[in-house]
């Protein structure tokens, strides 16, 4: 993974420090130094340029390829990112962020021959999972150190302890590097002057939280996002009071956010979002006095922050210079709050996911400022006509507008046609619209994202030409946009990379061009009537993530190529007309789900399947003609959570394994084949088993008494077998049982049992006699 997410914050706080550091550095060679470069120091800088080459794709957010102008026989301080020390030539900044420079950076580079250095900055270059150098620790003047975005790995030296000036560090979004907790508690103890520190990304995974408590007070950003720390936060935040930018985001903590934090005065980022996995928690009168003691706050990030007991309108007490709020799946319930004007330099605002109810305020639409707004997948939301239109005429600067799941069915499609000329993104999933929708979006010169889907009275045309080449995410699934699969739409929309045209209107469609989508990640045509062969221009498709065509009329046997498709995790070819065997090559992949249900596959389940250890999903049910014993190597799959291979033409016995190899599974579909033996009794405590279907075997013996582990149950199903027991009386204490299927077999009991007069206790169906 070549970069982490960096919070708004973060971006243009990198962006200033760059900016800043450069402006330095020619304010610097402007003024001429009375004393030129050092021999030394030109020879070794020279050295550190020939040991690395310059490569486009090398740096992401700026590119300028300083070393370019570093010429043998001229001044080393006049050249790009070099700054002397005027009286004396001594270089001491070095700044070759955004460098493009591609090689690996050893221990023995020249670079650390330059020990005057006071600022380093080798940011958003690739050093090709370079260690970080212990050497680092030989610069024991540097007060400025960022090595951020420069795909570093391995362990953070302890040698970092040694550079005691530092003021700021920067280690952000390189290849995991880690970093000890003795190694970290040296940095803490000896880096007393430290008012930076950007570590996200650096797995500090062993490193408690309270150990946080030891950095200097003087602190006034801390930015520890992605770094696997986990556990409470730290209780004693108030030590850091001139802290200005936090984020603890993206990371395993866990409990209430403690009071103190209310006590952090300066703080204008606060982010703690993202730690879903245990959840943090905010309690009314913790947020309320966070809100109230937090008047500089311009950012706000909480997504997944357990705020469920928070009153809506509470958010009316926020700093009024809020630029940036994102409660993202935080529990939310209750009316949208009114009175939004207050937030007049509010750009981002992110509250999808929550139970929110009710009107989008009228005077939504004073908002002028805002660039992005994220209201989707609320429990009721709606917005009336009026409110849309005010939103539409006033917000100019809007770029992204997600209302997924809001009602808008009064709303007619046309009023979208003044939306800003600026927008990139658009998300109106299932929001009722219907009539026809404004063609001019399309044409949007920088829409990016687009997604309709899910409004079936939703009608239009896609356009042949015209449209905007920037496109990257296009769903029409579900709506009634006439689309051409043709030559214009295949060479107009090269830079797609998400196409979603589910139970879509296809007019007309020749997919022997789909393959000049080449950065596709997700390709769904389900449902649209397609025929022919599986088009052998999809092979180009080398970044394919997933691929569904379920629900179509191709036919032919599955084709080869698909297993070169190495990126591809998710496959879905069922309910078509496919023949043939399933290909053995499939262990090139490495597939999360695979679905090749109601097709005419013939043959056994090649051994290959049972080597996808990240297989989620498997679905073979329905071919007829698939044959052979199911292995017991299926109990290979740990994290499979459905699995089902119905309606096939299966023997032997069934692995006895299937009752406790993955707590995981939830649905287990074994129906109508032709297995014998006796039912798996080796159910676990503890399993997510949901559904089990043995219908329409041989199987023999008892009902195992293990199933009482199965808590979740909520469908058993094991009629039309040979199963010879008494009536099983101890399925009773299944909570979540609703269906019981065991007709058909040699069962002998009374149903509802010796001690009760109950026909059925606790059973939503029976459909056993009382005596079989």
Known sequence: MRFY??????????????????????????????????????????????????????????????????????????????????????????????????????????LFSLRHLRKLDLSDNHFKSSHISPQFGQFSNLTHLNLSLSVFAGQVPSEFSLLSKLVSLDLSANYYPSLEPISFDKLVQNLTQLRELRLSGVDMSLVAPDSLMNLSSSLSSLILNSCGLQGKLPSSMRKFKHLQYLNLGENSFSGPIPYDFEQLAELVSLVLSGNENDYLSLEPTSFDKLAQNLTQLRELQLSFVDMSLVVPNFLMNVSSSLSSLQLYSCGLQGEFPSFMTKFKHLQYLDLRYNNLTGSIPYDFGQLNELVS???????????????????????????????????????????????????????????????KFPGNIFLLPNLRVLDLSANDRLTGSFPSSNVSNDLRLLGLSHTKISVYLDYDFFTNLKLLEVLVLKYCNILRSNLTMIGQLTQLTRLDLIGNNLGGQIPPSLRNLVHLNSLYLGNNNFSGQIPDFLTSLTQLENLGLSLNHLSGTIPSQINTLSLKLFDLGNNHLHGPIPSSIFKQENLEGLSLASNSKLT????????????????????????????????????????????????????????????????????????????????????MLEVLDLGNNKIEDTFPYFLETLPELHVLVLKSNKLQGFVNGPTTNDPSPNYGFLTSPAII
């Open 628 to 711: 052979g014993e199911i292995s017991s190597s299926i109990c290979n799959l740990k994290l499979l959570r459905f699995l089902d291979l119905s309606n096939n033409s299966f023997s032997g016995s069934v692995p006895q394994c299937l009752g406790n190899f993955s707590n995981s599974l939830s649905v287990l579909n074994l129906g109508m084949n032709n297995l014998q033996g006796t039912i798996f009794s080796t159910f676990s405590k503890g399993n997510n088993l949901g559904y089990l279907n043995l219908n329409g075997n041989k199987l023999e013996g008892k009902i195992p008494s293990s199933i009482i582990n199965c808590a």
């Open 373 to 435: 707004i994220d209201l989707s997948f609320n429990d009721y939301l709606s917005v009336e006509p009026i409110s849309f239109d005010k939103i539409v005429q006033n917000l100019t600067k809007l770029r992204g507008l997600r209302l997924g799941s809001v009602n808008m069915d009064l709303v007619t499609p046309n009023s979208l046609a003044n939306l800003s000329s600026s927008l990139s993104a658009l998300g109106l999933w299932g929001c009722g619209l219907q009539g």
């Open 5 to 110: 997410l960096l919070s708004l914050s973060q971006f243009f706080s990198s962006i200033l420090f760059l900016f800043h550091f450069q402006t330095t550095i020619s304010s610097s060679n402007d003024s001429s130094p009375s004393h030129s470069c050092a021999h030394g120091q030109s020879v070794s800088l020279l050295q550190f340029k020939a040991s690395f080459s310059i490569k486009s794709s090398a740096s992401g957010y700026c590119q300028h390829p300083k070393t370019e102008s570093w010429k043998e026989g001229t001044d080393c301080c006049l050249w790009d990112g070099v700054t002397c020390e005027m009286k004396t030539g001594v270089l001491t900044e070095l700044n070759l962020a955004c460098s493009l420079l591609y090689g690996t950076l050893h221990s023995n580079s020249t």
